[in-house]
């Protein structure tokens, strides 16, 4: 029996999903969820329906896991605490510093209602904070280091495009050389933020804009690029489009580590990511975790989980002793 899904959002992420599904041979998406009139929506899989938002509710019983595609700032901490109470659920919430309250409002919400959500899914949060976990328990002495890129930041993306003149922009985090190789060399660097990353950003204006104004308003704002030392180019559309138009990304997650008596050999555990698509990435993975959702109500293990709690045997469509032969 297939694990029936839906799918809420159908932006990049809601696509990556759909992606995702049809190379999971034991999963069927059954629909996608839209704020948007249904008849307007055109999707890729023949056998799925597109419904209005409000008609998840009559739907309890058709849908095994609901996947949660929408922004990690307004949509996400209202939607997974209402769905995970009628739906088993997985979502992509990478508001770091929040993560604790939306686990608090998710967990309580899917043990009333007797469902598993698993939430922060990803890869940072996600498959890098298993391996910053993996890394802390096996070198116990040691520091950590995470760097992303070079990829596009659509938050920081987005931030650009909405200042006054702006068009259309993109923005690419990209690691410093110096202070990777620092880490990779086991110098154990105490880095700031301009020290670890810059951020380099192509930006289309409207006829007539204040460039001068913009770059500064762009290299000045804070929370997304004051901390850094931040290239702006102005370019036109058609380059835009046609060196700009996709959403790489990745990165590198490093821990320098000591053992012996007296600390005196050095370790390195590297785990690094190149991705063409952050969100049909991104999207893999949460199909995976869906499946252990999926395995773990079964098992009668409601409320919220993360990364953490599950065990990588849950996210595998193969068997115990399929992994024991092949993988182990």
Known sequence: MSIRIGIVGYGNLGRGVECAVKHNPDMELVGVFTRREPQSLEILTETANVYSIEEAVNMK??????ILCGGSATDLPKQTPQFAEMFNVVDSFDTHAKIPE??????????KGGKTAIISVGWDPGMFSLNRLYANAILTEGKDYTFWGKGVSQGHSDAIRRIEGVKNGKQYTIPVESALEAVRNGENPELTTRQKHTRECFVVVEEGADKARIESEIINMPNYFSDYDTTVHFISEEELLKNHSGIPHGGFVIRSGKTGWN?????????????????????SVIAAYARAAYRLNKEGQNGCKTVFDIAPAYLSSADGAELRKHLL
């Open 102 to 111: 939306h686990f608090e409002a998710v967990d309580k919400a899917a043990k």
């Open 61 to 66: 019983d058709d849908i095994d896991v609901m």
């Open 263 to 283: 600390n005196e050999n050095t370790h390195i555990i590297e785990y690094s990511l190149k991705l063409d698509s952050n969100p049909e990435f991104t999207s």
